[in-house]
Structures are given as C-alpha cells and as structure tokens.
C-alpha cells in the first residue's frame, strides 16, 4: 500500500466554478446540511447557557454579593443562607496542591522521555504515563478512598507532629484521614498524565539543531536541557500546567469519594475535612428544593466561569509559544 | 482498516448478545432470613397488577428495611418491580414533589411548605410505615458497650467533648478504661431526616448543651466533624477512622461492626437500640389525626431507647397512571400487613396495631 | 583550564560497575543504620536507603568527575524517580483494583442485577449496569458522531466568516466544560424544564455533549491532514464538493477519525458525575433508555463505594475491575487504529 505523499496537505481547495448543475445542486444541499446543523448546535448551546443564567439568577438575586462570601449551603431552609467562598476556596486549593505535587513529577517524566532514555524506552514510558489518563475518576475515587487515605495517615500523622509549625500543616486535634492533602494526592494522579503529555510534545518541538549546539559545545546533558530546552519550552509548560488546572477544577467524583465534607475556610490541608464546587453539585442536588437547584446551577456557572477562565488563558499562552518557536528559528 | 472489520464485528455481535438479555433480576437465590408466618392479615396476591414499575426515593433510613420489602414483594406480585434508592429523605420529598418518583421515604412528614408544594396536603398518601431507631455509633476496639448519657452526647456532637477520656464519659462508663484518642465526629452532610430526628432529640434530652435550633434536616453549622453523605456514609466514615463516633439507623453500625452506644433515657437506664426499645418509646408517642406522630423523646417507659422515629410512605392519590396507582395502593399494603413482619429480625419496631388499622383504611383497603 | 573542563576532556568517568558498588555500599549503611539505631519501620528505610544510596554514588561521581557532572546525574536521578513514582502509582491503582475486583468478580455479577439484594446479601450484579452504560454510550455516540462529523466538515470546508468563528470558539469552549456543569445544562434543560425525567437518553445526551469537541477538534485536524492534491484530481474528474467530502476525504481521513472516535467512547464510559444528575440510576434492569431512570457502570461502582457494607464495597471494586477493562481496551484499539493511519508520521 504506497503512502499518500503529503505534497501540499490542508488548506482549503475550491472545485471549478463550471461544474455541472447536478453537482452543484448536491453542493447546495450539503453545504446547507452542514452549516445548519453546526449553526444549530451553535444555537442550541447558547440557549442553554441563557437558560443556565436564567435558573441560576433567582439565586444570585437572593443571596446577592453574600453568594461570594457566604461559607455554608442552606439554600432551602426558611432563613437561606448559601455561599461559595468555602466551595471556591476548597476547589482552588485542591486544585492548586495537586499541580504542585504533579508538575515537578510530570515535567520531569516528560523530559525523561524525550532527553534521556533511549527510544523505545522513552516510548513505553510515553504510553504508560497515558494509562494515567485512561483511568476513569470513579476508580480513582474507590482506590484513594481504600488504598491510599488509610495509608496516607501515617504520613499525615508525621507531618503534623514534625512541621505542625508550618501552618498549612497546623493540626492541634490530631485527627488525620479524609483530608484535602489526600484528595489532592488524587487529584495529582488524575492530572500528571496531561501534563506529562502536552509537556512531552512542547519538548519534541525544539528543533534539534538548538540541542545539538549544546553538546558540540560540551555541555553535559542537563546543561543542554538547561541552554536549549526548557527556556523555549516556558510558555507551553505553562499551557500545560493551565491545561491540568483545568482538569483539577472540574474534577468531580473522586473528590465527592475521597473528602470529607466540610464548609470552612482554612489552610490546613491535614485536617480532614473540605469541600469543593463539583462535588458539592454532585451530592446536593438530589435534595435541592428551587432555590437550592438555582444555587447549585449559580455555582456551577461559577466553576464553568473559572474553568473557561484557565483555558482560555492556556490557548493564549501556548498560541505565544508557536509564535515565538518559529520566531527563534 | 480491513483486518479490523472482523474484530468490530465480532465486538458489535458481543454487545448484542448483552443487550439481547442473557441477564436476570431474579435475585432470589439467597432464602430470605424471614418467611412470611401464616395467620396474620395477608393481602391477596389478587389484588396485584400484573406488570408495573414503581421508582422510589428518599430516607436512607428505611433503606435496609425497604431492601427487603422489595424483595420479599417480588412473591406476592410477581409481575411488578419496585425499586428504592436511598438518597436521603430532603431529597425523597424533592423527588416527589417534581414527580421524578413514584414515592418518597421520609424520617419527618411534610411541613406546611413541602406540602403546599405538592398541590395542597390532601394530594399525597402519607402513612408511617415503619419505625426504628437512630443509634449513635463509635469506633473503639477497646470498648464494648459504651454508655451515654444525653448531656454527654450533645457534648461530644457540639465539640465541647473533644477526648473519649472526658470526665463525662467516664462518668457514664464507671470501671470501663477509655483511650484518650481524640473524637472524630461524622454527621450527615445531606438533607436527613435522621438528622433531625436526633437533633430534636439532643434540643429535647439536652437543651443546655445543645443550643442550635430550630428543627432542621440540615446538620447545624459550627460543630466539629465532617459530613458523609447518607447513613451508609456517615457508618463508612465512623468505620475508617479509630475513635470515631457518628450517628445513623442502627442496621448500619450494626452490618459494619461497629458498636451502637447504650443511651441513657429518661428513667436512668441504659438502653440498647432494639426492636424492644423502640416499640418501647412509640407508646409514648401521640398520634396526630393525620397520622404523624409526635415523638416523646423523654418517655416514662424504663425500657424505651430514647432516639426512636417512625419513618413515612408518601405516595400521589393519583398520579394520572391507573395502573401504578393500583400497583403503589397494594404495595403499601403489602408493607402495612405482611411487611411488618419482617421488622424485628432488621432491628426495626413493627407500628403499633392501631396505628396500623387507620394507616390501611387511609391507603384505601 | 579548569580542573572540571580538564577532567571532562580527559573523559575520567565513572563506569558502570563502581556506580552499582557505590550505590550498593550507600544501602548497606542504611541498613546496618536501621539494624543498630532505634529507626524502624518499611516507608522510612525506603526513604532513607534511597537517599543514602544515590548519596553514595554521587559522592562518587563527584570524587571522579567534577562538579558539573555532579549536577548531571543528580538530574538524572530525579528524572528517574519522577518516572518510577508515575509508574508505581499506575501501578497502586491498577494492580490493587485488579487484586481487589477478580475477587469479587463471579458469573453472577455479570448476569444479574441489583433488583431485591438487600444490604446483607452477597448476591447481586452489575448487569443492569452494564446493559445502561452500553445503551447510554451507544446513544451517546450516535448523537455525537455524524453531529461532530458534520461540524467539522463545515469548518473545513465550508465555514465562513463570524459563523465560522463562533462556532470554532464554541467548540473550544466546550472542550473545557466540567463534566458536572454538562450534567447541569440536561438536568436544568431536558430533565425538569422540558419535563422529560431521568432517562439513559438524558444521559447520553450529556454524554455526547462531552464527546462532541473531542470528535470535531480530531476530525477537523484530519481533515486539514488530507492533501490538497487528493481533493484537487478529485474536482478535476469533474466530481461535485459534497461527494468529494464523503467519498474522498473522509475515507481517507477516516483512520484518525476513528482514533478520536474510540478515544472519545473511552473517555465518556468512565464519566459519572453527569450520570448522577440525568440516569440517576435504578436497581432492575430497565432495558429502555428513553424512559424512566436507568443505572450504569460509574454509577453502580459510585455507589456501591460509598457504603459502609463490606459487600456492597467487593461489588464496587468488581465493577471498578469491569471499567478500567474496557477504557483500557478501548484506549488500545484507538492506538492500534492510529497506527493504520497514513496521514500521520
């Protein structure tokens, strides 16, 4: 079977104008098919994000700024008082504690598998880190719930006595166990595999001639990836890592299986205990009367908001990155 | 793509072969710990429909009970599957009320606004089917039947009794050791109808320790712990965690291996949740002419564990659909008749008879 | 000259032999140091053998080789353990969930369903969980392919101008959506607005909200892939732009496609968090998915693991088993499928 030659690959080609009525008439219907059913996905999703706001509004309207600044969930009680400052704070630092377990070690792996090990290695170490990816949340969630939390304890337990100074690992009941540490140890799981891999394509895009002149010049291989790599690879490390925070945010039922819930407002990640936007969602909205559905779906809107915030940030950082790659060369 | 066309086919062939029904609900392989005594009023299997589908939701304080009614049921109305799922009694009510259910469970019966909800209070059956008790359970492997006055309990729940080598726990538990491992409470995070059934205990039993009112479904803000959702969480979370102490239906701790404190009742004894407990403490209770009771949760009887509940079926009159009608109607008085038999081997307190005869004639029998 | 710059081009390295010796010498002291002194315990030897060996032997790289090579191999190292701790965790959560689900696993438990099993019952299955997740992901897809398909056949071919951009912004937009917020839109929109109740096909329809970015970023990307010249002789033999798309470039794009496709199903199948808002789940089988709440394979293993009943957990695992099985195979056949595509080096 010959392979097709990429001569000129992509780019849009027109047929000639003088093509017969027939073909133009299917063109037509085509064409019509196309756009209207993108059109009408197009429109469909903005009358569910204008309904979303619609239902989400009595909500806001109640709560007003306290929706900001409230910490607990008692939207259908006879005085409601909901918030999701300790929702937002519980999700920001989960996600936050999780990339900075899972960057150093993603990066790390990433550059393991394009610098230093040989090809095939490289390769399957490549496909492995994947599986990562491939492993669905609601596993993760029953194995940090069984494996991992009871045998995090001990862990907790010295961090605790030991650095206890330190206050984000300040635990005066010396109670371990479902904790924000531990969710975020999930978390890091569930986010490395993207980073690892977006951060293995941001290194395989250095043009090796730059490599190359490192070694010539007798750099050891670190030094090589110190000069050539990393300073080019910044901005889609960067992407990465926005790309995993992504994924921490939304991240639902590992987090529902693994924390307890708590609604407060601290940085004590030993102390179990915490709560985040998603899992919330999850588990409340089989109960929610109709200011408790607007609630949830406020806060949901909420997390889409700074979800899409981190995305969108992403896709400009790493548009940089092509930019300036193609401009060194 | 051509050597992968006969993998995809025989994949596609495998799903069908799922699809097209090599599975079973027949579940019944296991002979039930209970079979149904003669004598007592059965209801004729006669009455039932032949193929209807009842969804139900709500308290997961029934739940153990309602597992085995649903299975129990399968024999005397073959034709009609009933499914529960619990999810906490707030949200059986929610359910209910959007209609995305069939009937709801719940540990409190509706108020004035949920009932309003649901087009004005005559349009839903609401009758108590069962009762039982809210056991307080701990893990300690060191202690077996641990003590607990109501004063201590609140401590503990309100975080003012943060250690099990509290003077007031010693004081309950003259000659026991108790560890000095600190108290990891775990409460309901759902909207519960068990939960307020013990917080209204704890107001009732303690009212200066436990401060935080009114009458809610929602755990009060402001008290130590962590929140699992359902009974069946709140148990997992006591079971993860040494010196943990929590609060749930009493099949719970009891399938989990976990100890259920002996609570101290108004009479000064020191009461087991059992069937007997319970049965104890509905005497004392007063009976509404709507058929919701008023729980004592001081009574006089020496023999009454105190944190009892009767639990409620709630069902629409008519839902627009004859046959589920029919189906829900010969249900519930199936549970009303054969399945309080089935009560004291689950831990769960048979109603009293009297209850149970205005119960019937307001499902319609 | 420095000393180090000497050395390295004297090439004085440190060969393989005497790195093991070293490293090996290091993990003996940490032994006779946990043997002697009152240290105890399995984590803390690992961690103290582990530093005291690659201690030893970059001590010994350093006394051969300079300070520069120093650097190198202690990167190196750090490479190494970041590596070993990807893959000791993949392989915590694999092996443990296999070791714990083939136990529970039985023929059982892929006939029969959750219908009557009481909470002391160790019978029960997932097979009404299996039979959901089939139904509601073969929906999903269906919904999801020829819609994804089409969108990015307009923005390759046909898409012009603000259209064009807002629904490339659109689709960008969805990629990031939280699965729990897709859940919202079909729980809020078609569930209690439109009054259509918990359904598989409430399901798949937030399913295949997640899954149609992913199909039209994969089969846009193909698409651009195919070469102009392939599109060009085919308008030449005077063949019309729609039959050019369907009978020349899909084909030929079709092998990637199929890749994002699988990836796509893999991804949706282990999604529970929109499940939980639109299935809501059910205990019988319930063969039919427009109607009434259904359950599937997340959502059994959801919520079975939150119990506190050591059998309800064993079943938990044993579907965990089920799922992780068939992404993973999934995941493989879209790999293997990729490997047949001829637009891709």
Known sequence: ?329 | ?365 | MSVDQAVLLQGRRLDRPRAIGTSAAGLAVALVLFAVTPLQGRADFVVVGYLFAVGAYLLAAARTEGRRSVVDRLVGVLMVTAVAVCLMGLGAVLVYTAARGVKAMSGDFFTHSMAGVGPRDTNGGAYHSILGTLEQVLLATLISVPTGLLVAVYLTEYGRGWIAAAVRALIDMMVGIPSIVAGLFVFAFWVLALHQGFSGLAAAIALSIIMLPIIVRSAEEMIKLVPANLREASYALGIPRWRTVLRVVLPTASAGITTGVMLAIARVTGETAPLLLTAFGFDSIHRDPFHGPQSSLPLFVFSQAGSAFTTAVNRAWAGALTLIVVVLLLTVAARLVTRRNRLVA
């Open chain 2, 1 to 365: 793509m051509k050597r992968s066309f006969p993998l995809m086919c025989a994949s596609a062939l495998a799903v069908a072969l799922v699809a097209g029904g090599c599975g079973t609900d027949n579940n019944t392989s296991t002979p039930s710990s209970q079979a149904t005594t003669p004598g007592a009023a059965t209801v004729p299997s006669a009455g039932a429909s032949d193929k209807a589908t009842l969804s139900g939701a709500g308290s997961t304080f029934v739940a153990t009970i309602a597992s085995e009614w649903i299975k129990q049921y399968k024999s005397a109305a073959p034709g009609v599957t009933v499914n529960y799922t619990a999810v906490g009694s707030g949200a059986g009510i929610q359910q209910l009320t959007s209609k995305t259910v069939d009937f709801g469970g719940s540990d409190a019966p509706l108020n004035a606004d949920q009932a309003a909800a649901t087009g004005g209070a005559g349009n839903v059956v609401q009758v108590p089917w069962i009762a039982g008790g809210v056991a307080v359970e701990y893990n300690l492997s060191s202690v077996k039947n641990l003590k607990l006055s109501p004063a201590t309990v609140a401590g503990i729940f309100a975080g003012k009794i943060t250690k099990w080598d509290d003077a007031a726990i010693k004081a309950d538990n003259a000659g026991t050791s108790l560890p000095s491992t600190g108290i990891q409470v775990a409460f309901r995070s759902d909207s519960s109808g068990t939960t307020q059934v013990f917080t209204d205990y704890l107001r009732a039993a303690a009212p200066d320790v436990w401060t935080y009112g009114p009458s809610s479904k929602d755990w009060p803000s402001g008290t130590p712990g962590t929140g699992s959702k359902g009974s069946d969480g709140v148990t997992a979370a006591v079971k993860q965690a040494e010196g943990s102490i929590g609060y749930s239906e009493v099949s719970y701790p009891k399938q989990a291996g976990l100890g259920t404190a002996l609570i101290k009742n108004k009479g000064g004894q020191f009461v087991a949740p059992t069937a007997a407990g319970v049965s104890a403490a509905l005497t004392g209770a007063t009976v509404n002419p709507d058929l919701t009771l008023k729980l004592n949760y001081l009574p006089d009887d020496p023999a009454a564990y105190p944190i009892s509940t009767t639990t409620y079926l709630m069902y629409y009159k008519s839902s627009g659909d004859v046959n589920k009608d029919a189906a829900i109607k010969h249900f519930a008085a199936w549970v009303l008749t054969d399945g309080q038999k089935l009560a004291e081997g689950l831990d769960y307190a048979p109603m009293p008879q009297s209850i149970l005869s205005k119960a019937m004639s307001t499902v319609g029998t």
């Open chain 1, 1 to 329: 079977m010959q392979t097709i030659e990429k001569s000129t690959a992509g780019g849009r080609s027109e047929p000639p104008a003088d093509r017969p009525p027939a073909g133009q008439r299917g063109d037509r219907i085509f064409a019509g098919l196309t756009t209207g059913v993108s059109v009408a996905i197009l429109a469909l999703l903005v009358v569910m994000m204008l309904f979303l706001f619609g239902k989400a509004w009595p909500a806001l309207h109640k709560a007003g700024l306290a929706f900001f600044t409230e910490r607990q969930w008692f939207p259908d009680a006879p005085k409601p008082r909901f918030g999701v400052e300790a929702l937002v704070w519980g999700t920001v630092v989960s996600s936050v504690l999780a990339l900075l377990i899972a960057v150093p070690v993603a990066v790390a792996s990433a550059l393991y598998v394009t610098e230093y090990a040989r090809p095939v290695v490289g390769r399957w170490v490549g496909y492995l880190v994947d599986v990562l990816a491939a492993v669905p949340s609601v596993v993760y969630g029953l194995w940090g719930l069984y494996f991992l939390v009871p045998r995090m304890v001990g862990f907790q337990r010295w961090l605790g006595q030991h650095l206890g100074f330190i206050p984000i690992f300040h635990n005066p009941e010396n109670l371990y166990g479902r904790s924000i540490l531990a969710a975020s140890v999930v978390l890091a799981l569930m986010v490395l595999p993207i980073v690892a891999a977006v951060s293995r394509e941001v290194f395989r895009q250095v043009p090796r001639e730059m490599r190359e002149a490192a070694l010539a010049l007798g750099a050891t291989r670190w030094e090589t990836v110190r000069m050539s790599v990393l300073p080019q690879s910044r901005s889609g490390i960067i992407g990465a890592v926005i790309l995993g925070l992504g994924r921490a945010l939304g991240e639902t039922i590992a987090v529902a299986l693994v924390l307890a819930v708590t609604f407060d407002v601290n940085i004590r990640i030993l102390r179990p205990g915490g709560n985040t936007v998603a899992a919330n969602i999850a588990t409340k909205f089989g109960e929610a009367g109709v200011v408790g559905r607007s609630a949830l779906i406020a806060s949901g809107l909420v997390l889409f908001l700074i979800t899409l915030l981190a995305t969108a940030g992403a896709r400009s950082v790493v548009r940089r990155t092509g930019r300036a790659a193609t401009g060194l060369a």
